[in-house]
C-alpha cells in the first residue's frame, strides 16, 4: 500500500497527515489489488479542499470535496470513494448475473 499526501497552502501536520492516512488505508478491505493513493489537502481562506485519487490493480477511483473543516472534508471524500468502490463492485456483480442469463439453454426433445 503506497500512500503519498500532498499539503498546498496550508502547513503540514503529523495529525491531519496521520488522519487522512488512516482513512485512506482502511479502503483496501474494499479492494483487491494493493492500494496506491494520492490525496491533496489545500486550505484556501476558510475553506479546505480534500481530493483523492486511489488506484488498485486497473480499477482507478477520484473524488473532490470541500468545506469549512478539514477533518470533515477528509470523511466526506472517503465515503464518496466507498461509495465508487461499491457501485463498481455491485455493476461488476450485476453483469456477471447478465452474462449467465445470456447463455440460452438448450432443451433437448
Given at each position: 500500500?503506497?500512500?503519498?499526501?500532498?499539503?498546498?497552502?496550508?502547513?503540514a501536520?503529523?495529525?491531519?497527515?496521520?488522519?487522512?492516512?488512516?482513512?485512506?488505508?482502511?479502503?483496501?478491505?474494499?479492494?483487491?489489488?494493493?492500494?496506491?493513493?494520492?490525496?491533496?489537502?489545500?486550505?484556501?481562506?476558510?475553506?479546505?479542499?480534500?481530493?483523492?485519487?486511489v488506484?488498485?490493480?486497473?480499477?482507478?477511483?477520484?473524488?473532490?470535496?470541500?468545506?469549512?473543516?478539514?477533518?470533515?472534508?477528509?470523511?466526506?471524500?472517503?465515503?464518496?470513494?466507498?461509495?465508487?468502490?461499491?457501485?463498481?463492485?455491485?455493476?461488476?456483480?450485476?453483469?456477471?448475473?447478465?452474462?449467465d442469463?445470456?447463455?440460452?439453454?438448450?432443451?433437448?426433445?
Amino acid at each position: 500500500m503506497n500512500i503519498a499526501i500532498t499539503f498546498r497552502q496550508m502547513e503540514a501536520t503529523d495529525a491531519v497527515k496521520g488522519y487522512a492516512h488512516d482513512k485512506v488505508s482502511k479502503l483496501q478491505k474494499f479492494l483487491r489489488h494493493p492500494l496506491k493513493g494520492q490525496v491533496t489537502l489545500a486550505c484556501q481562506k476558510t475553506l479546505h479542499f480534500v481530493e483523492v485519487d486511489v488506484h488498485s490493480g486497473a480499477e482507478h477511483y477520484h473524488a473532490k470535496e470541500e468545506s469549512e473543516d478539514m477533518y470533515a472534508s477528509i470523511d466526506k471524500v472517503i465515503d464518496k470513494i466507498e461509495a465508487q468502490i461499491r457501485g463498481a463492485h455491485s455493476k461488476k456483480k450485476g453483469q456477471e448475473r447478465v452474462s449467465d442469463k445470456l447463455i440460452p439453454d438448450v432443451d433437448e426433445d
